[in-house]
């Protein structure tokens, strides 16, 4: 069993920034790979960001393309997604996702309760 918490969401006006953060716990025995999706009022939810494993590969939607930054820090169990010049069509709640696949795309398997991110204009 894996549990992921995401923290770090908030209020933020246009154009600046914000870091979010996702720790895993529980029984594992090797890194996961990550995602951060996102999901907006009255819309479906969407990817937003991945990392491999290692940490070695990063994959973004062109929506954030450029903007957000996803890294990890095994050693912590923590991934984390950098938002920089933030939009108000950012605003969302935001989940992060644990993968047992190995290849992108992935396949998520542990979800976090998500955490609100709110873009003033």
């Known amino acids: 069993q894996v549990h992921v918490v995401e923290s770090g969401g908030g209020l933020v006006q246009a154009g600046g920034s914000l870091r979010l953060s996702c720790t895993a716990s529980?029984?594992?025995?090797?890194?996961?790979?990550m995602g951060w999706f996102r999901q907006a009022p009255g819309k479906e939810r969407e990817f937003a960001a991945a990392?491999?494993?290692?940490?070695?590969?990063?994959y973004y939607a062109d929506s954030v393309k450029g903007r957000f930054t996803i890294s990890r820090d095994n050693g912590k169990n923590t991934v984390y997604l950098q938002m920089n010049r933030l939009k108000p069509e950012d605003t969302a709640v935001y989940y992060c996702?644990?993968?047992?696949?190995?290849?992108?795309?992935?396949?998520?398997?542990?979800w976090g309760q998500g955490t609100q991110v709110t873009v003033s204009s």
């Open positions: 529980g029984r594992t025995y090797r890194a996961y790979a």
């Open positions: 996702a644990s993968s047992r696949s190995t290849d992108y795309p992935y396949q998520y398997h542990y």
């Open positions: 990392i491999s494993w290692t940490g070695g590969r990063t």
